[in-house]
């Protein structure tokens, strides 16, 4: 019976919430600190960006600011590059490491990078896999459909793996936003290690993600053979 699986749940999920939750009181505290550092070049978010999309032949690419924070991202569709309020109009290290970051997003979508294609071509399917999958799940479970329970696992998995397809777009964002503001010389040495700490944590972001997307797979999958297995 489902309701007596909460412990399963809880042994498979805890060890991954952890991981989580360590993971954004990381980049969070990382951001807060070099948001404080000011960065030699007085450069803002912004600007950094701008230059880093020059350099890279993209000035078809706009920057636009955005609300909220930790909502930076670019936009493939629109090719808009969007920084939140901490980014985009202050002059810090974290402020060029994650602004780089998301322009490093619109140097793989501009050289065709595998893993963003592929991650983009998710994105519809996971918007509605995320939330009916779950929801299929346990409607097959509870109704002994073995279909309709591995179609809703069929639809989570995907969410999974998107999880997992997001890890070296992120880290492949990361490291060529190191290396255009290292060639570039806007940002010099210890600056470096700063912005390396910033998008360090924030890469552990996205491996916390997956991981959880994982755990949650793995206890539908244990629900679901558990119960054939008791049934057969
Ligand atoms: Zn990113």
Redesign the pocket.
Same mark, same amino acid.
């Given at each position: 019976m489902y309701f007596g699986n909460y412990g399963l749940y809880i042994l498979i999920s805890i060890p991954a919430l952890i991981l989580g939750l360590y993971a954004q009181a990381k980049v969070q505290g990382a951001f807060r600190k070099y948001s404080q550092v000011q960065i030699s070049n007085g450069l803002t978010g912004a600007q950094v960006a701008r230059k880093v999309l020059d350099a890279n032949n993209l000035q078809n690419v706009r920057i636009e600011p955005i609300r909220g924070s930790f909502s930076? !991202? %670019?936009d493939p569709r629109k090719r808009i590059l969007r920084l939140s309020q901490p980014v985009y109009g202050r002059s810090s290290i974290a402020a060029a490491g994650v602004a780089a970051? $998301?322009a490093? !997003?619109a140097i793989q979508h501009k050289k065709h990078y595998g893993p963003l294609a592929l991650r983009s071509l998710m994105v519809p399917s996971v918007q509605i896999g995320s939330w009916l999958g779950p929801i299929v799940f346990m409607i097959g479970f509870f109704m002994a459909s073995d279909q309709l329970a591995l179609i809703g696992l069929a639809l989570f998995a995907g969410t999974a793996l998107f999880a997992i397809v997001t890890i070296p777009? $992120?880290l492949d964002?990361?490291k060529r936003a190191k290396q255009v503001l290292h060639s570039t010389g806007l940002v010099h040495g210890s600056e470096l290690q700063g912005v390396d700490k910033v998008l360090d944590a924030?890469a552990l972001t %996205?491996v916390a993600g997956a991981v959880q997307a994982l755990s949650t797979l793995l206890y539908y999958g244990m629900l679901f053979f558990g119960g054939r297995r008791r049934r057969s």
């Open positions: 930076d !991202h %670019y970051h $998301e490093g !997003h777009v $992120e964002a990361s924030a %996205y």
